[in-house]
């Protein structure tokens, strides 16, 4: 199991059970340490939830370990900029869901973009996915710009009981993806 995807300026290392449960129990300073960076605070706090959500995940389906949650770290500072993962791994159609956060710092210098395409391009290559799915809020302009540089493609609208309205994405991949 690849346990870091990299790309230019980004590692995205896969967070372990273990370090899911520390995580949401408060102790970031034990992770920080592993991945030799800083976690600030914000980025931090943001994540307990997760975290503790994605622990419980991988206690159900632990098949679903190497599709859950990475942390987005850039390589120059060593600075945790925000976090990314599938929602669990291919379904019947090869299709995943990608889902990324970036601190507020970060964004607008093309991280989420780099991060996104390369652990794509992982699960093209290491899983053979077909399908790559978003699920997006009607009013976030960035990760609407963002999907659209992906090439996908409005396919319908759910209802997300904590986020509200979200419109979903899809784009067919190919070999050019692998």
């Given amino acids: 199991m690849t346990t870091l995807i ?3 300026r980004l590692e995205l290392p896969l967070l372990t059970r273990l370090q899911l449960e520390r995580l949401a129990a408060g102790d970031a300073a034990s992770l920080a340490t592993e991945l030799n960076a800083t976690i600030p605070d914000a980025w931090r706090d943001d994540l307990r939830r997760l975290a503790a959500y994605r622990a419980r995940q991988l206690a159900e ?3 679903d370990a ?3 949650l990475r942390a987005i770290v850039r390589t120059d500072t060593r600075e945790v900029i925000g976090y990314l993962n ?3 791994g291919p ?7 990608i889902g990324y956060t970036l601190l507020p710092a970060a964004r ?5 973009i780099e991060a996104v395409r390369a652990a794509t391009d992982w699960a093209a290559r290491t899983h053979g996915i077909k399908v790559l799915r978003a699920s997006v809020a009607p009013d976030n302009e960035r990760s609407l710009n963002l999907i659209r540089k992906l090439g996908m493609v409005k396919v319908g609208e ?3 009981p904590e986020d509200g309205l979200e419109h979903v994405y899809e784009r067919e991949m190919d070999e050019t993806d692998a």
């Fill in 86 to 88: 599938f929602h669990a």
């Fill in 6 to 8: 990299a790309s230019e």
């Fill in 91 to 97: 379904d019947e159609r090869g299709m995943v869901e």
């Fill in 108 to 112: 607008g210098q093309g991280y989420a």
């Fill in 61 to 63: 389906r632990p098949q």
């Fill in 66 to 68: 190497p599709w859950l």
């Fill in 158 to 160: 759910q209802m997300d």
